[in-house]
């Protein structure tokens, strides 16, 4: 007699999302004895790798704190700030450099340099490649990031805002960091030239397949880019979801920023703007590429 095997339902697993950036348990504290305050409490936040996750919260709430710790530039009082499982703190200046690159709200750049020179300044400090290497890399970072060769030997008082942002982004990414740190990306910029900015983000983005953690107070930057938004409040991450989520969760300073009239102003044409594909559990999966680099 033959047996029949039953048939077999194999189950597809769930794509296994790749945890970049470990808050756990994070206390900051700042002052001594009775001028002692927390910033931070008992703070928890995972950042998985193709992230696009903003960072929302009121003021003094401890976002750019935040940002120092991955930086590993602030120690936590207690609990942990881990990048790829490492201590943020416990990396030198020169890893770190390599693993992140961080993108500052008015750029930041060096108005004694050239353009070429902001964009090639870490990547030399490096000290590692000749320097003709170092120039050549660094005009690729600028082609890349929308700008033209004859950009290159221009100074930074000759730029508009747009060109200044673009060539701190170029600067940021001149060391192929899996990382990128924004603050206020789009400050500064109008409409058309922040729209413009976000455009590039999403490509280099995907591009990349670079994982973006980012301050902002803008809403339609924040509509256009992330793929997760994590809520600070009560010194903790009070909500860590997609945009769509995040809108509908019940709390004082969520409906004011998000349901305010500013905020319904930028909801409107994100309904308009093409979704990202989700996957069933309302994340936004990672590019598909593989990471340029180990951080
Ligand atoms: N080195 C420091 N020493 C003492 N206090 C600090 C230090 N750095 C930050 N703070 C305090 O920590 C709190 C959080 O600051 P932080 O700059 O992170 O806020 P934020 O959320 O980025 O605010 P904003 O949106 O207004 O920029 C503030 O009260 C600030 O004064």
Redesign the pocket.
């Known amino acids: 007699m033959t047996t029949h095997a039953m048939p077999q339902t194999v189950e597809t697993p769930a794509p296994q999302r790749e945890l970049l950036v470990d808050i756990e348990r994070l206390w900051?504290t700042?002052?001594q004895g009775q001028r002692a305050?927390s910033?931070h409490q008992d703070l928890n936040l995972q950042v998985f790798r193709g992230d696009i996750l903003s960072l929302v919260?009121?003021?003094?709430?401890?976002?750019?704190?935040?940002?120092?710790h991955i930086l590993g530039l602030?120690r936590p009082s207690q609990g942990a700030v881990k990048i790829n499982g490492q201590n943020a703190a416990d990396r030198d200046a020169a890893t770190a450099a390599s693993r992140m690159g961080m993108l500052f709200q008015h750029g930041a750049l060096f108005s004694a340099f050239s353009v070429l020179e902001n964009i090639a300044f870490p990547l030399r400090e490096q000290g590692a490649l000749p320097l003709n290497m170092v120039f050549d890399a660094a005009m690729v970072k600028l082609q890349m990031v929308g700008l033209k060769p004859e950009h290159a030997f221009r100074m930074p008082a000759d730029l508009s805002g747009g060109m200044i942002k673009r060539v701190a982004l170029a600067r940021a990414l001149i060391m192929d960091p899996p990382l990128l740190l924004l603050d206020e990306p789009t400050a500064g910029l109008d409409p058309r030239g922040s729209d413009e900015f976000c455009e590039l983000l999403l490509e280099l983005h995907e591009e990349l397949g670079l994982t973006v953690i980012m301050?902002t107070?803008d809403l339609d930057t924040l509509y256009a880019l992330s793929t997760t938004v994590a809520v600070?409040a009560e010194k903790k991450v009070i909500i860590n979801a997609p945009p769509r989520q995040v809108v509908q969760y019940e709390h004082p300073f969520i409906q004011q920023f998000f349901l305010g009239e500013r905020g319904l102003r930028a909801l409107e044409p994100a309904s308009a703007l093409p979704t990202r594909p989700s996957t069933p559990d309302g994340t936004s999966p990672a590019p598909s590429h593989p990471p340029t680099q180990e951080p």
Do not use: D
């Open positions: 900051t700042f002052g305050f910033v919260g009121g003021s003094g709430t401890g976002k750019t704190v935040l940002l120092r602030t301050v107070h600070l």
